[in-house]
């Protein structure tokens, strides 16, 4: 079981930058790939970026890459996402979401994983 805890969203202005954390609780962390996710009222959410349990691998969606940045510390439990450059059509929920899956080609699947924070409100401003 884990449990994972979402903070530091906020509201910013177009071109600026928020960094997101998430902490989780268990001693099994770094056997669990980490994700993150979005979503805004009325559509499905969607993939972000995910990094594997080893971090040597790390994955992008498109409307993110090359602006934003995951990383993790197994040492402390915790994943983060840092965003640049954001945009208005960045503003969503943001979700930390954890599976033990060994599939790289499912991490964009938001069924693949298994555990999931309350989500973290970011806003973006034009």
């Known amino acids: 079981q884990v449990q994972l805890v979402e903070s530091g969203g906020g509201l910013v202005q177009a071109g600026g930058s928020l960094r997101l954390s998430c902490a989780a609780s268990g001693r099994t962390f770094n056997s669990y790939t980490m994700g993150w996710f979005r979503q805004v009222p009325g559509k499905q959410r969607e993939f972000v970026a995910a990094?594997?349990?080893?971090?040597?691998?790390?994955y992008y969606a498109d409307s993110v890459k090359g602006r934003f940045t995951i990383s993790r510390d197994n040492a402390k439990n915790t994943v983060s996402l840092q965003m640049n450059s954001l945009k208005p059509e960045d503003t969503a929920v943001y979700y930390c979401a954890a599976t033990q899956a060994r599939r790289s080609g499912s991490y964009l699947c938001e069924s693949t994983y298994d555990y999931w924070g309350q989500g973290t409100q970011v806003t973006v401003s034009s």
């Open positions: 990094i594997s349990w080893n971090a040597y691998s790390t």
